[in-house]
């Protein structure tokens, strides 16, 4: 399977404990987002990665959260201090470096903060 | 601001029918629109897309109408199948440059549920 892969799959954690979460998307894609959606809602943007560049942030991104992509392969994004209004679906999606390609998501990592 | 808009939560068609879902814009700088199909616990699948210099794009069973004077897209889909039942996303970017990538935003969904 070359899909965009997303783990762990499903998170319970205490408010104000940090949590991360890895993205490997499809191999040759050099674009990365992630987005959240929550429940009844659309997906909405997170953050942008060309490569290891992170080129664009979404206000939705607070100081609490900070995304990486180390060396332009996988990603992750990590959430200090979790709030309950953290709870939510963190999609990621990947997509190739030409004009106007498709995104391709994962399944998701579902985050509850409890 | 909603800049992407499903007005209609959810839609119940029986199997054999077209169902048609619909979505609108404010964003004139958006040029490319996508549909998604999402099931429970998955990430959206591509369906179809469309650039802005068409009217029309079909694939299949899926064909997606954009008409940008009324800044309204459509999809039908013909036949509906009972596995076509699932959230339906249509989605919009603009044209990278500035401070746009490509990303994209999304309507907030119609659950279609197609009766066998």
């Known amino acids: 399977d070359t899909g965009v892969s997303q783990n762990p799959r499903h998170k319970i954690t205490k408010r104000g404990q940090n949590v991360t979460f890895r993205c490997d998307p499809i191999?040759?894609?050099?674009?990365l987002y992630w987005y959240r959606q929550t429940l009844g809602q659309g997906p909405e943007f997170l953050t942008y990665?060309?490569?290891?560049?992170?080129?664009?942030k979404s206000r939705l991104l607070s100081d609490r959260f900070s995304a990486e992509r180390p060396k332009g392969s996988f990603s992750t994004l990590e959430i200090q201090r979790t709030e309950q209004g953290d709870s939510a679906m963190y999609l990621c999606?990947?997509?190739?470096?030409?004009?106007?390609?498709?995104?391709?998501f994962g399944p998701g990592t579902r985050l509850l903060v409890l | 601001d909603q800049q992407v808009k499903q007005n209609s939560p959810s839609l119940s068609v029986q199997e054999g029918r077209i169902s048609i879902l619909n979505c609108d814009y404010t964003?004139?700088?958006?040029?490319?629109f996508l549909w998604y199909k999402k099931y429970p616990a998955e990430g959206p699948t591509f369906l179809i897309s469309?650039?802005?210099?068409?009217d029309k794009n079909e694939d299949g069973r899926f064909t997606v109408f954009l008409n940008k004077s009324a800044k309204h897209l459509s999809l039908h889909i013909v036949p509906s199948q009972p596995g076509d039942s699932a959230v339906y996303f249509c989605?919009?970017?603009?044209?990278?440059?500035?401070?746009?990538?490509?990303?994209?935003?999304f309507g907030q969904g119609t659950i279609l549920t197609v009766h066998p």
């Open positions: 469309i650039s802005s210099i068409k």
């Open positions: 999606a990947s997509s190739e470096d030409r004009g106007r390609e498709t995104q391709y």
């Open positions: 964003n004139s700088m958006f040029d490319y």
């Open positions: 990665f060309q490569n290891e560049a992170q080129l664009e």
């Open positions: 989605a919009a970017s603009a044209p990278a440059g500035g401070t746009s990538y490509g990303k994209l935003t």
């Open positions: 191999s040759e894609h050099n674009r």
